[in-house]
Structures are given as structure tokens and as C-alpha cells.
T-cell receptor
């Protein structure tokens, strides 16, 4: 079975600064996908970024980028130029590269951006 | 293009009653996933359905819980004889399912409170 671990229950950052959220996972499979989802106070789940394990290049989406270390089974999220609207719970998630994508989530990290 | 719709957004039930949660996937999506989020925890996979078929229900409690996705109409998650431990947020997600683990788009969730 796959597991996802987020070791930082809470993080905080000043507006406009950079913050990195950690995620590690465990799997014996070689074909899989990794995701970061954001859950703001509204509790809507919003996809932030997605990484295919077979791709060497780290995914980026505007101010969001990942550091994917496949050998170390690490998948951290970097948020640059943090904004107040980034305040949310962030979940790391894993999906096998099978015909459908059942997600396994980590415990989440609460990120607070301070003005 | 409307997103994933869930209703009701909030549901209060007394112990022993039935809860019915509805999910309408995004237009063009024929794959539906249900997840449960207990307080202060990450989301846990419950069941994966395609139209008229349950594909994977490995995360569904064996008793009292059932799910369906009929040919016409929304997907339904049904909880019979609810207990206080069923209080949680229930999220539905949908995907096209055309190839590989397509990105899942989440609905706003249904918050179930069992008194």
C-alpha cells in the first residue's frame, strides 16, 4: 500500500516571501503521479500542481513549483511571492499510474500567510 | 462549464436516520470518486464509480454505506442508520477517465453532522 507523509502540521510565512512545504511518500511502484491540492477556509479542494513520476523536469505553475526527488521519494512544494490568498491547508497526494487515479492523501499542512 | 456540484452542502441527521449525498460530475466526466474527510485529517478514498458500475469500493465501510452512479442523474452516496462517527465532510470528485489517472476535480463537499 502507498503512504503519504507530511511532517509539518503548520507553517507560516510573511507576505511576498517564499515557503516550502514537505512531502514524502512510500511506494514500490515505478509509475505514479503526485499532486498538491489546496483547501482554503471554504474547504473546496483545488488542484495546485501535478507531477508525473516518469518526468525528470519539475512541474511549475506560476508561483508554485515542486522539487521532485524520485530516489528519495520526496515531493516538496515551493510557493514564491506568497500572497494572503495562499492561506490554506495544503495536501500532498499520490496516485498510481493505472487506468484510474484513486488518490492517497497526506495529513495536510496548514499554511498561514501574514501581512 | 459548471464544476462538480454537490448537495446538500450541509446535512444534519439524528442517529439512526439515513443520509443521502448527491454529486453531479463536471460535464463530460463519466468517472466519480467519493472521499471522506474526518475532522483534522486528510481525505480518505471511499469508492470509485463509472456510469452504472462500481469499480473500486475498497475504502467503503462494509455496512451501512452504499454508492451508485446511475445512467441518468447524479451519483448518490447513501449512509443508513447514521452514527456520530459518520460526522465528516464528504467530497466527490470527477474525471474524464479517458486515459491514465486523469486529474480529479473536486466538488465543494457535503458536511454531515450526526446529532
Amino acid at each position: 500500500a502507498q503512504t503519504v507523509t507530511q511532517s509539518q502540521p503548520e507553517m507560516s510565512v510573511q507576505e511576498a516571501e517564499t515557503v516550502t512545504l514537505s512531502c514524502t511518500y512510500d511506494t514500490s511502484e515505478n509509475n505514479y503521479y503526485l499532486f498538491w491540492y489546496k483547501q482554503p477556509p471554504s474547504r473546496q479542494m483545488i488542484l495546485v500542481i501535478r507531477q508525473e513520476a516518469y518526468k525528470q523536469q519539475n512541474a511549475t505553475e506560476n508561483r508554485f513549483s515542486v522539487n521532485f526527488q524520485k530516489a528519495a521519494k520526496s515531493f516538496s512544494l515551493k510557493i514564491s511571492d506568497s500572497q494572503l490568498g495562499d492561506t490554506a491547508m495544503y495536501f500532498c497526494a499520490f496516485s498510481l499510474g493505472t487506468s484510474y487515479g484513486k488518490l492517497t492523501f497526506g495529513q495536510g499542512t496548514i499554511l498561514t500567510v501574514h501581512p | 462549464n459548471a464544476g462538480v456540484m454537490q448537495n446538500p452542502r450541509h446535512l444534519v441527521r439524528r442517529r439512526g436516520q439515513e443520509a443521502r449525498l448527491r454529486c453531479s460530475p463536471m460535464k463530460g466526466h463519466s468517472h466519480v470518486y467519493w472521499y471522506r474527510q474526518l475532522p483534522e485529517e486528510g481525505l480518505k478514498f471511499m469508492v470509485y464509480l463509472q456510469k452504472e458500475n462500481i469499480i473500486d469500493e475498497s475504502g467503503m465501510p462494509k455496512e451501512r454505506f452504499s454508492a451508485e452512479f446511475p445512467k441518468e442523474g447524479p451519483s448518490i452516496l447513501r449512509i443508513q442508520q447514521v452514527v456520530r462517527g459518520d460526522s465528516a465532510a464528504y467530497f466527490c470528485a470527477s474525471s474524464t477517465g479517458t486515459s491514465g489517472p486523469e486529474t480529479q476535480y473536486f466538488g465543494p463537499g457535503t458536511r454531515l453532522l450526526v446529532l
